[in-house]
């Protein structure tokens, strides 16, 4: 299994682009998310998912959209970038159905993101 | 809201037994777990404490106490490659863990 593959791994955009960071597990976990961490800080989080076709909004999600249209993807997409969301990316990825087991997260390699 | 209280660095000798503390303050709380991270990699699951007590896992052991909001991961026989960060995270009232900032530890031979 390849568990929680993320693309790309690097990558740098001018202030208002946009792109998509992709994020796809193999583990057929109903439970997706993605954090950002930005240096020396904890990983906070964006955006997650609790199966396919239902998100919802993490401590920071202004900037940033997400849609879960498989069980597997789970992108998220920066609208008209801004040197704020310079940051490390992670998508993860989890299995449990129970909020007292949903603790163990499996994440992908990250994305680290500089906006110039 | 809530929030995770942990040092930020500690430094410890190869050999020796280091712990990590972290406080949380919570509305609703489920387990605290521990998260390993090595300088540009990704975060890693160590262990998971939903009651009470102490979890064993090799080197590695975390506790927790529910009436303190504390809790600590115990890090054994310490080794160079245990030099990395180490994050809480709790499981609150919704379906995602929040992280504490980590604490970087230093193993020194």
């Known amino acids: 299994n390849a568990g929680v593959t993320q693309t790309p791994k690097f990558r740098i955009l001018k202030i208002g682009q946009s792109m998509t960071l992709q994020c796809t597990q193999d583990?057929?976990?109903?439970?997706m998310y993605w954090y950002r961490q930005d240096p020396g800080m904890g990983l906070k989080l964006i955006y997650y998912?609790?199966?396919?076709?239902?998100?919802d909004k993490g401590e920071v999600p202004n900037g940033y959209n997400v849609s879960r249209s498989t069980t597997e993807d789970f992108p998220l997409r920066l609208e008209l970038a801004a040197p704020s969301q310079t940051s490390v990316y992670f998508c993860?990825?989890?299995?449990?159905?129970?909020?007292?087991?949903?603790?163990?997260?499996?994440f992908g390699s990250g994305t680290q993101l500089s906006v110039l | 809201g809530q929030s995770l209280e942990q040092p930020s660095e500690v430094t410890a000798v190869e050999g020796a037994i280091v712990q990590i503390n972290c406080t949380y303050q919570?509305?609703?709380?489920?387990?605290l777990s521990w998260y390993q991270q090595h300088d540009g990699g990704a975060p890693t699951f160590l262990s998971y404490?939903?009651?009470?007590g102490l979890e064993e896992t090799g080197r590695f052991s975390s506790f927790l106490s529910r009436s303190d909001s504390y809790g600590y991961l115990l890090l054994q026989e310490l080794q160079m490659k245990d030099s990395a960060s180490y994050f809480c995270?709790?499981?609150?009232?919704?379906?995602?863990?929040?992280f504490g900032k980590g604490t970087s530890l230093l193993v020194t031979p």
């Open positions: 993860a990825s989890s299995y449990s159905f129970s909020l007292g087991d949903n603790e163990k997260l499996f």
């Open positions: 583990m057929n976990h109903n439970y």
């Open positions: 998912s609790v199966g396919a076709g239902i998100t």
């Open positions: 919570t509305s609703g709380f489920y387990g």
């Open positions: 404490n939903a009651l009470d």
């Open positions: 995270a709790v499981v609150d009232s919704g379906y995602a863990l929040n």
